[in-house]
């Protein structure tokens, strides 16, 4: 990533520098090589929208992927990122890659290693890494966050895919009727208006709007094109995504779902970190920004009940963080003393109640969205042609 720098050269001489590097603390540090003082730093694309910036992510799944078939091949950790380094294209990555193996060949571990960067090896797989490195099984962590990541990828697939077809539904639907009020209903205007004949009420409502929007088409064009700039803007701040999820959590059949959605990320997440040998405070303090603010203030207050002696069962029953299939499951771990594999089978029961919710809603609301975006063409339509109607009936 490119960062323009400005730094103090000598005593009194300010300069201006373009620099590449992974990070602004990168950044800060090849000026200071320089013999520099870094006065101000910042990205030389912060000035658009965190939206519109285009940087390109660290592949964390494919190089946790081919990390793992290299050192099954027998590589020992040095090489294996050595080999990924040598192969990589992208620039970031491979100085990525380059760091972890210089820091490696300092004495640290890869997990200290990662930590180092924050901004590419999430919480989540550090902690991992750095649990298998206590018990020697780098490889079945690699295996676990894999496998991991494919299940949240796979829940997260079925719900884009499923609303791809009503989104491609709206879309043409308000082109059409865009196009109905824009193009044709001017045209009927102008036909009746040599008639000389009163039109009904809705008809020359329709009539006025279509003139309207006829007339007005590019001041229409810009609100439409700022206010969906203006969304994705609004999106992209954190605070406003929150406030449009508490707003859909208040709607009650929406709002379980998504308590459900969460939950099965938050058991699935937990039970990978306690199979890579992470204890169970630390592990929930780490996957608590898994959840809402206010199932977060839940999960304080089980880890609170949990440091004073009680079971992690009831604990989350008392904060209301499980339901009752997943409640009796979390007791039969307790006993069974395999909480990791119960979590995750938790978060494969809510996954496929999840899946089977998500199959039934898109067959309900699809048919409800092609009735009345019909509804809508029909009904412009109709008024279109009232007055033709009306004309035909007279002349009878």
């Known amino acids: 990533m490119r960062y323009e720098i400005k730094a103090l050269r000598g005593r009194d001489e300010v300069v201006m520098l373009a620099v590449e590097a992974l990070d602004a603390n990168e950044a800060a540090l090849q000026v200071q090589g320089q013999g520099c003082a870094v006065l101000s730093i910042r990205a030389s694309n912060a000035a658009l929208p965190s939206f519109a910036r285009r940087r390109a992510a660290f592949p964390l799944v494919l190089f946790s992927q081919e990390l793992l078939a290299l050192l099954n091949a027998g590589l020992s950790l040095v090489e294996a990122l050595e080999a990924l380094s040598e192969k990589e294209a992208n620039a970031d990555v491979r100085k990525t890659l380059e760091k972890l193996v210089s820091r490696l060949y300092e004495g640290q571990t890869l997990s200290s290693a990662?930590?180092?960067?924050?901004?590419?090896?999430?919480?989540?797989?550090?902690?991992?890494?750095?649990?298998?490195?206590?018990?020697?099984?780098?490889?079945?962590?690699?295996?676990?966050?894999?496998?991991?990541?494919?299940?949240?990828?796979?829940?997260?697939?079925?719900?884009?895919?499923?609303?791809?077809?009503?989104?491609?539904?709206?879309?043409?639907?308000?082109?059409?009727?865009?196009?109905?009020?824009?193009?044709?209903?001017?045209?009927?205007?102008?036909?009746?208006?040599?008639?000389?004949?009163?039109?009904?009420?809705?008809?020359?409502?329709?009539?006025?709007?279509?003139?309207?929007?006829?007339?007005?088409?590019?001041?229409?064009?810009?609100?439409?094109?700022?206010?969906?700039?203006?969304?994705?803007?609004?999106?992209?701040?954190?605070?406003?995504?929150?406030?449009?999820?508490?707003?859909?959590?208040?709607?009650?059949?929406?709002?379980?779902?998504?308590?459900?959605?969460?939950?099965?990320?938050?058991?699935?997440?937990?039970?990978?970190?306690?199979?890579?040998?992470v204890v169970i405070v630390q592990a929930m303090e780490m996957v608590s920004g898994l959840l809402s603010p206010e199932a977060r203030t839940s999960l304080q207050l089980a880890l609170q009940d949990i440091r004073e002696g009680r079971s992690i069962s009831q604990a989350m029953e008392a904060r209301q963080l499980t339901t009752p299939v997943a409640l009796r499951m979390l007791r039969v771990g307790e006993r069974a003393g395999n909480m990791g594999d119960m979590m995750e089978r938790i978060a494969g029961f809510y996954d496929e109640d999840m899946a089977r919710w998500v199959d039934w809603f898109t067959r309900l609301f699809e048919p409800i969205l092609m009735a009345l975006i019909g509804l809508v063409i029909g009904a412009i339509v109709v008024l279109m042609y009232l007055p033709v109607f009306e004309l035909a009936g007279s002349l009878q």
């Open 114 to 277: 990662m930590q180092d960067l924050p901004a590419i090896f999430p919480p989540l797989y550090v902690a991992t890494v750095r649990a298998s490195e206590k018990s020697g099984g780098i490889v079945e962590a690699l295996g676990r966050y894999v496998a991991y990541q494919a299940q949240i990828d796979q829940v997260r697939k079925k719900i884009v895919n499923a609303s791809i077809y009503p989104v491609l539904l709206m879309l043409v639907g308000g082109l059409v009727v865009l196009f109905l009020m824009a193009y044709v209903v001017p045209k009927f205007a102008a036909v009746y208006e040599g008639t000389n004949r009163d039109l009904p009420l809705l008809s020359r409502l329709l009539l006025d709007w279509g003139g309207l929007l006829q007339q007005h088409g590019m001041l229409f064009s810009a609100t439409v094109a700022a206010l969906i700039l203006g969304a994705g803007y609004g999106l992209s701040r954190p605070y406003a995504r929150q406030a449009m999820l508490r707003r859909l959590q208040r709607i009650p059949a929406v709002g379980q779902r998504m308590h459900i959605y969460q939950l099965a990320r938050f058991y699935r997440t937990l039970g990978m970190l306690l199979k890579g040998g």
